[in-house]
């Protein structure tokens, strides 16, 4: 799978609505056939950023992902929203499932 986490460091007056600016964004990803994940997280460090982990099932649901107009458009809208060029860790890694914690079995 194609495992992917991006940092979004949000306007502050943004913040707080950051969940609701992105839900159309986020809805759409996650309604893409080859999409595993898509799912946000707020940052307990810095509430203005915000952590983005996404999956794509290999290499060409990824393209087709990066090339959906749902894309395009986030990508033309929700740089306004932002302090800064968002940071992402792109890896290409075996499975299409989470694996357990096995350090912390419960």
Known sequence: MIFITAKFLVKPEHADAWPEISREFTQACNA???CLWFQWARSVADPDEYVLVEAFRDEAAGGAHVQSD????????LPAYLQATPKIVNATVEGTEWSELGEMAV
Do not use: D, V, W
């Not at 749902?70 to 809208?77: D, N, Y």
């Open 32 to 34: 893409e056939e080859g």
């Open 70 to 77: 749902h894309f395009k458009q986030a990508t033309s809208e």
